[in-house]
Nanobody, 124 residues
Framework: QVQLVESGGGLVQTGGSLRLSCAASGRSVSSYAMGWFRQAPGKEREFVSAISWNGGSTYYGDSVKGRFTISRDNAKNTVYLQMNSLKPEDTAVYYC?????????????????WGQGTQVTVSS
């Protein structure tokens, strides 16, 4: 089993930055792609970003491209999401997830393990 715990969420003003972390335990995630998703109240879950097993490939949703950066430290079994130039529409619960394999994909069905989420609120 893999446990994923997100941290780093909080309240920030428009234009501010936050860095989310996702710490994995139980088993190493170093051989798997990892992803970040988010869900705002009343909305469907949205793909944010994904990273390949070695960090060599990254993929971003259109709404965050150019503002968010995903990275990972396999030695620490941790994935990060640096979020800059935050907007009120970025307000959501952010979830990290471990993929079924090493492919960088945007659909949630390709992810096997999910964290409990961390709240990000961007005030206007």
């Amino acid at each position: 089993q893999v446990q994923l715990v997100e941290s780093g969420g909080g309240l920030v003003q428009t234009g501010g930055s936050l860095r989310l972390s996702c710490a994995a335990s139980g088993r190493s995630v170093s051989s798997y792609a990892m992803g970040w998703f988010r869900q705002a109240p009343g909305k469907e879950r949205e793909f944010v970003s994904a990273i390949s097993w070695n960090g060599g490939s990254t993929y971003y949703g259109d709404s965050v491209k150019g503002r968010f950066t995903i990275s990972r430290d396999n030695a620490k079994n941790t994935v990060y999401l640096q979020m800059n130039s935050l907007k009120p529409e970025d307000t959501a619960v952010y979830y990290c997830a471990r993929a079924l394999g090493s492919w960088v994909l945007s659909e949630g069905l390709h992810y096997a393990y999910w964290g409990q989420g961390t709240q990000v609120t961007v005030s206007s």
